[in-house]
């Protein structure tokens, strides 16, 4: 019986394993785009001419990014902002994370954000002289609504007639870029204005809870971030979500309706990308204009896959994501980085992310996979689509 | 220490494995084992699953490391880096589970690997297809090298397997579990096929579990257990008996004691039955058959007789072209595999990883896959952990499933547990009819027999059983009456008692006597 507290490290140093095997990859992924922007930084210096060449570029660029970000020392107005950026990434990201779960690939995440604000915009309109306490509800709803039929098309097209979600999403991606801006062109304008223009959300803005512009919508992001993880693993709804995820023929055999769960996944997830869009109209933008520019739906993809479809994993995904962002135009005026290296990060990442097998190799990390499984994993990584396959 | 056989003199060992070890968390998988195989030689490694059979091969193939021992190739020490080292040094592996990829032909799956091995830039498609052929032709199994593998039966896939370890040339081949899918009759053609390359001086590493295929192939037998070697036989000094409770490590009853079954009432009656597979082409071709309750029907024929379609519409997973399934006096007819569930249908598949299983979740959450949705296993829309919880840990003693915990993921445990989790599942509850597709396929015989064991007792607890099973002596052993198929039609109907293995085994070649053999060739390649 001396193997006892042998037995205990073992599974002490296998609980250990299983965490590392999880964020080991996303880890490596971001330490490595990172190595890459300061190539990319001192690869700049050396093109541009008439600059002292500044090995230590990268590093001022870095600091100032972190700066910007949470602030040096820390301070509540630049955590604030970050939380902000990261608010509708979460909710994004959590819309593509949970059709990664059942096995869909919603690249749609960005039309249904659209479809979410100006949804929001429109039922905020439409109760414009009610209350808060009634208008944000209603606004909320709205935004909720548009974004889940903009899942709900690709999920009845794809549970009728077998279309791929991953085509269908990006079309009505683009379909979502033009209703969007004639409705905000035509019926929701403000007559008379310079610009295409909609009104102001009035009493349906999320009221302000903390610091500069920290509103309710980051509460509710946290939220979905519970209730998410709730409905995946606490629910019988999830557990067929997950089955049909990991293995769509066991689903058919569990008796399972696979065509059901399609449409009824895709709404979800365009709903929660709708609720992205809501919170960014309700908290921050107060109203939309025609050049309404925004890529959270396409960093919600990157976001989710950082994540490694893992609500949680989503949420520290987002606060990345999002303090990068929001730390960027610092780096832009303190060290004369572009702001756009933070796109560059970003794609780095999850270039590296995708090319699971490469890292893999190059640093040894094996996971809880065993060799054996290995042309399994590659083949359902291509059929579903989620390189992260955990 | 040396494991010597004293009657046959020794040439130097094509491949010899010394004190090999390796350890994973909370078990030694394979502790010192000692393996030699001789130029010419089939050596047989016999063991139950988990016993490390198949860790000692992944060791040989690469894809594992040993924590202790070394590896001798002609003598010569050395260190196998990877599977396509091991194939380079002339070692292939004809996998338990087929690593094919099934949106790929037979010939692009053959090729798969080639392209990364030193050589031209560019394969020669043509040529590659042309000695697929001729192999074919020569070990018998004539196979269109542009099929795609996805549509090709278990039965053919394990073919391609084996096609494509003899066109890489291979001076050393593991088979796993080669013959699990094949017939008597394919199973002689392997095993002739086998021989002759011992013949031309390969070595052949041969896993199983069956005890007489072993005595029949073998030139010398290494059994393993609990990752040890516990001796080595020459087939003439030794038999099944022995062989089995060197095994198991216990005395183990090789047949089911079946008893008399009392048929009574029939459970299901099909009628004129059609189904079409999933190319449309007709497969299942007007099958008129009854179970009644109480008995079992075993139905015997070769992988890719319309076996697979016949079980999948009667669960409810295919929808029959036309033709009639009645369950317990009501119309079943194209209902789905949640009613079919629900009226009292169990359904233990063949490809267990494909349909049975969902290999990423744990033990607890495969044993509720199918009922998962009610009480006590959720309430409302909510999931119930600690019921769901508590009855795995019921079913997981009941049927000796062999797992660290019920929460331990599913993809750790061996073969024969995994299929203990399905069986566990399908068998726990009151039933009118059972579907058993292949139930035993590639399980030790400890497993079997309990597998067996419990088949019998929920016959005599008055279910319906229908077996399918590729394994002729299973179907011989087990069935109270037998339906050979044949082509999608059950050409006999034979009593199971006093059934011929011979003659079934010709009727599921040629699907009986008025026909030519010469008909069954238009029919290989489909």
Known sequence: ?????????????????????????????????????????????????????????????????????????????????????????????LSVAFGFKSGLFNIGAQGQFLMGAIGAVAAAIAVSGQPSIVAIPVAVAGGMLAGAIWGFIPGILKALSGAHEVVTTIMLNYVAISLFAWIVAGPLAVPGAPSPITPDVGNAAYPILIGRGGHLGLLVALAAVGIVAWLLYRTTFGFEVRTAGANPDAARYAGMRPRVLIVVTMSICGLLAGLAGAGDVLGTQHHVTSSYGTTVGFDSIAVALLGRSNPVGVLFAALLFGAMRSGASLMQISAGIPAQLVDVLQATILLFLVATPVIQRLFSLRGTKTGIDAPGTFTKTYVSGEPTVG | MTTESPSVPSPAPALEMRGITKRY???????????????????????????????????????????????????????????????????????????????????????????????????????????????????????????????????????????????????????????????????????????????????????????????????????????????????????????????????????????????????????????????????????????????????????????????????????????????????????????MNEAGVAFVPADRQRFGLVLTFDVADNLVLTSYYRSPYARGILRNESAIEAAAKKTVAAFDIRTPSVRARLSTLSGGNQQKVVVGREFDRTLSLLILDQPTRGLDVGSIEFIHRRTIEQRDAGTAILLVSAELDEVLELSDRIAVMYRGRVVAILDGRTADKNEVGLLMATGGRERAPAAALDQAST
């Not at chain 1, 037995?7 to 590392?20: E, L």
């Not at chain 2, 392209?115 to 590659?128: H, S």
């Not at chain 2, 036989?233 to 216990?250: F, H, Q, S, W, Y």
């Not at chain 2, 519409?313 to 036309?322: E, I, S």
């Open chain 1, 1 to 93: 019986m001396t193997a006892k507290p042998a037995a205990q490290t073992a599974k002490g140093r296998s609980v250990a394993r299983r965490v590392w095997s999880v964020v080991a990859l996303p880890l490596v992924s971001i330490l490595l785009a990172l190595i890459v922007g300061a190539v990319i930084i001192l690869g700049s210096e050396l093109v541009i001419p008439g600059q002292a060449f500044d090995p230590l570029l990268p590093a001022r660029a870095y600091i100032a990014l972190l700066e910007g970000a949470i602030g040096l020392p820390p301070a509540l107005n630049p955590l604030v902002s970050t939380l902000v950026a990261t608010a509708p990434l979460v909710l994004g990201g």
């Open chain 2, 25 to 339: 968390p909370g078990v030694v998988a394979n502790d010192h084992i000692d393996l030699d195989v001789r130029p010419g030689e089939i050596h047989a490694l016999l063991g139950e699953n988990g016993a490390g059979k198949t860790t000692l091969m992944n060791i040989l193939y690469g894809l594992a490391r040993p924590d202790e021992g070394e590896i001798l190739l002609d003598g010569t020490p050395v260190r196998i880096s990877g599977p396509s080292d091991a194939i380079a040094r002339g070692i292939s592996m004809v996998h338990q589970h087929f690593m094919l990829v099934p949106v790929l032909t037979v010939a692009e799956n053959i090729l798969l690997g080639e392209e990364t091995m030193a050589g031209p830039v560019f394969i020669d498609q043509n040529e590659a297809r042309k000695r697929i052929r001729e192999l074919g032709k020569r070990f018998h199994f004539e196979i269109d090298p542009d099929a795609k593998v996805g549509t090709l039966s278990v039965g053919w896939q394990q073919r391609v397997e084996i096609l494509k370890a003899l066109y890489r040339q291979a001076q050393i081949l593991v088979l796993d579990e080669p013959t699990a899918v094949l017939t008597p009759q394919e199973t002689e053609e392997i095993f002739a096929v086998l021989r002759r390359l011992a013949a031309e001086g390969h070595s052949i590493v041969f896993i199983s579990h069956k005890l007489y295929e072993v005595l029949e192939i073998a030139d010398r037998i290494t059994v393993i257990r609990r990752g040890k070697v516990v001796g080595t036989r020459l087939p003439a000094e030794t038999n099944e008996d022995d062989l089995a409770e060197l095994m198991v490590g216990r005395e183990v009853q090789l047949t089911v004691d079946r008893g008399d079954s009392h048929p009574a009432d029939v459970v299901i009656r099909l009628e004129g039955l059609k189904v079409a597979d999933d190319r449309g082409s007709e497969v299942v071709r007007s099958v008129d058959l009854e179970v009644r309750a109480g008995e079992i029907l075993g139905i015997a024929g070769v992988a890719g007789n319309g076996q697979d379609e016949l079980v999948e519409a009667l669960v409810g997973l295919r929808r029959p072209t036309a033709g009639k399934i009645t369950l317990d006096g009501r119309d079943v007819t194209g209902k789905g595999p949640r009613h």
